[in-house]
């Protein structure tokens, strides 16, 4: 015969678990604070003290004026200011050619071949180093008495160097390749990890049917992989957007605005001339254009995901 379960034991029981996962959480949460912590004061802390700062005149040293809206009527009437806007939508173009070669390199190197766990790891050591010191690699190639010049001399190619970085035509072309350089690896591996999720029986079932590889990549692996090349995308946008050390480094906007972005505008104004006020409203803009490149990106995606699935 069996005794009734008492309420005081049912409820002990259940505050167990609960407490346990309390415990969790609170642990959990205990490990998280020190990046939490860095975030706060160097990202969050910084982001909400500059939002003032777009309506004073701000001065390190002099007096601090109320200007209102006046830094955002000074930046549409910039002309630098509107050769930034341009040079960083510009450069969201190599969004999707980053996005097409990184596929073709993951389907490249998604075989069984001999050496291929070398070829990986040397296509993603660019990611895990820094972009200054790529860049200035990246300079000493592209300079007039570099390896560029110096192998297109020899091959008779050209007879004079060329600036590559001094020149208009050619400086923002150069900060895209090595951009896209750069990327190329860490998004290879984010689309090779797409391909080796797909069941393979989906595949082989295909080849059964009388599927080319050509086909079955297009109609059965290229729409899996959407998630993953959303995901990549909106990243990439991102990027694209806040691009910055490689305009440093190289150019400092130059020649001329050639190569001037939103992000290195924002810093000379507030380094550079110490306007500080007026380089907060600049990164303000740079956040609204971020923020709706990655709205219509998620969109599109959603909507891709959607069709697909359907």
Not at 299 to 308: A, H, I, N, S, V
Request: aromatic residues 14%.
């Amino acid at each position: 015969m069996k005794m009734p379960t008492s309420t005081a034991a049912v409820s002990g029981k259940k505050r167990r678990p609960m407490r346990l996962q309390t415990r969790q959480t609170l642990l959990a949460y205990l490990f998280m604070a020190p990046a939490l912590i860095l975030l706060v004061v160097f990202v969050f802390a910084p982001i909400l003290g500059s939002l003032p700062l777009m309506f004073f005149d701000y001065s390190v040293l002099g007096t601090t004026k109320f200007v209102g809206l006046k830094n955002f009527v000074t930046a549409f009437h910039d002309r630098n200011f509107q050769a930034a806007i341009v040079n960083t939508i510009l450069f969201v173009v190599v969004v999707p050619v980053i996005q097409i070669l990184s596929i073709m390199l993951a389907v490249l190197v998604n075989r069984k071949l001999r050496g291929i766990t070398v070829f990986r790891t040397l296509y993603y050591i660019p990611v895990v180093t820094s972009m200054v010191a790529i860049s200035i690699m990246w300079g000493f190639l592209f300079d007039p008495s570099g390896l560029i010049n110096s192998l297109l001399k020899k091959w008779g190619l050209i007879s004079s160097s060329l600036g590559f970085l001094t020149d208009s035509r050619t400086a923002m072309l150069c900060i895209m390749f090595i951009t896209v350089w750069q990327g190329l690896g860490y998004y290879m591996m984010m689309y090779l990890a797409g391909l080796q999720s797909i069941p393979q029986e989906i595949v082989e079932a295909a080849y059964v049917d009388g599927a080319t590889p050509a086909k079955a990549f297009w109609h059965i692996k290229l729409p899996m992989l959407k998630p993953y090349i959303w995901f990549c995308s909106l990243n990439s946008v991102i990027s694209a957007v806040g691009v910055f050390d490689a305009v440093f480094v190289l150019t400092q906007g130059g020649p001329d605005t050639a190569t001037m972005v939103i992000a290195y505008y924002s810093y000379y104004k507030a380094f550079n001339s110490f306007e500080f006020g007026y380089a907060a409203t600049i990164g303000f803009v740079q956040a609204l254009i971020t923020g709706v490149i990655s709205i219509v990106v998620f969109l599109y995606g959603r909507k891709g995901e959607e069709g697909g699935l359907a």
